[in-house]
């Protein structure tokens, strides 16, 4: 894979930054790693733009790409727990209406 050369924002609306990456191809809108100040950890980023013409300056690389997280699946409902608890609300709700 070519290098991409990917401007990146550390707050939506902020200036950008360009970065370097020679792994899998990123697109905007991904989340990336980037080195932070301190040189120990990293920072997490969004990707806005990507190209591949070499830019007039020095790049950073990035880190990696983060995985986007996976939405939690609900608990399934048992249904004859949900038929129980439907039967008690409208029994509830003719027993009001007799009163």
Do not use: C
Not at 38 to 45: A, E, L, P
């Amino acid at each position: 894979m070519a290098r991409q050369y990917v401007a990146i924002e550390f707050h939506r609306g902020g200036r950008t930054y360009t970065y370097h990456h020679d792994g899998e191809a990123i697109v905007p809108g991904d989340e990336v790693k980037v080195p932070d100040r301190s040189g120990d950890g990293w920072s997490r980023v969004r990707v806005v733009e990507v190209d591949w013409i070499k830019p007039g300056f020095e790049t950073k690389p990035i880190l990696g790409r983060i995985e986007p997280e996976k939405p939690k699946a609900e608990e399934p409902v048992d249904f004859f727990d949900w038929l129980n608890d439907a039967d008690e609300d409208v029994q509830s709700f003719i027993d009001r209406d007799r009163e």
